[in-house]
C-alpha cells in the first residue's frame, strides 16, 4: 500500500499529468461542444454536415454518454497512452529505475504499484470529460431555451465503466511499448501511429480483404468500439452519434460480451508481459 500511495504522490506531482488532463479536457469540450454550438449559431454545417436543430440536438445534455464516448474512443485513449509511456517510460530516460530496484520492494511489486496508480489516474481522465459535458450542454439547454433531459444514471455508470475500461486497455499498451522501447519518444510516436493510423487503415481495408476483417475483429478499437456501441452510441462511419468529438468507425462489429473479453485480457496480458520484460531486463546496478 505505501508503493502504490507513494506512486500516486509520484503521478500527483508531475506536471505532464495536469497537461495531459488539461488538454484532453480542452480538446473534448472544443471539438465536441463549441464548436459544434458555434456552427449552430452561424447556421452553418458541422461534422457530417449536420446543422440547424439537429446539429442543437446533439449538444444537449441527453446526447452526453454519446459525446463523451466518442471523444474517448477517437482521441481520448491517445492521451492515456501517452500518460502511460510517460509515467513509465521517463523512469529508464531519467535512469531512476536503478535506486528504485535496489530498495527492498520487488520489481513486481514496483511495477503493480505504478500500473495501480495509473489506473486510479484514470478515473479523473474519465469522469471529467463527463461533467465538463454535462456543465457546457445544461448552458446551452439554459441558452437555447431547451427542456433539459438527462440519460438515466444506470447508463451513465455503465458508459463510465466502459470509457474506463477503454483507457484502461490502451494504457497497458503504452506500458508495453514504453518498456519494449525503455523510453518515451520513440514509444510516444510509434503509439500514436498505431492507434491513429494502423489500426483504422487495417479496419478500413477488413470489409475487402478477409484475413484484414479476422485481424481487426481482434483489435483494440474495433473491441472498444464495440462496447460504446452496446450502450447505443452509434460510431460506424456516417452515424449519427455525438456532436463531432469523435470520427467515424469503419471497421467490423463484434459481440459486446466478445468486446469486454478482449478488452480485460489485453490488459492483462500487456501488464504481464511488461512485468516478465521487467523483472528480466537488465538494468545497471539494480538488484
Known sequence: MN????ELLLLRKRAAVWVLLGFWLGAS???????????FLRGLAFHRNISGLVLLQLILPQNIISNALNSVSFFGVVFVLILAVLSMGSE?????????FTQKASRTRIFFSKTGALAIALVP???LVFFIGLLFSLYVAW???QTVLLPPLWDVVR??????????AWSAFGILISILSSGTALAIGLGIIYSLVVENVIAGFSSQIDFLLQISKGLLRTNGTALISALGVSMQSGGGGGGGGGGGF??????????ALVMTAY?????????????RRDVAGAG
Not at 469540450?29 to 456552427?39: M, N
Not at 530516460?93 to 536503478?98: A, I, P, Q, V
Open 125 to 127: 481522465f474519465v469522469v
Open 250 to 259: 469503419a471497421g467490423p462489429s463484434v459481440p459486446t460480451l466478445q468486446a
Open 29 to 39: 469540450l472544443l471539438f465536441t461542444y463549441i464548436l459544434p454550438y458555434v456552427a
Open 267 to 279: 490488459v492483462v496480458l500487456f501488464l504481464g508481459v511488461s512485468a516478465y520484460i521487467l523483472r
Open 3 to 6: 508503493s502504490l500511495i507513494a
Open 159 to 168: 458508459a463510465l465503466g466502459a470509457a474506463w475500461l477503454i483507457m484502461a
Open 143 to 145: 441558452r437555447e431555451g
Open 92 to 100: 529508464f530516460s531519467w535512469g531512476t529505475l536503478t535506486p528504485v
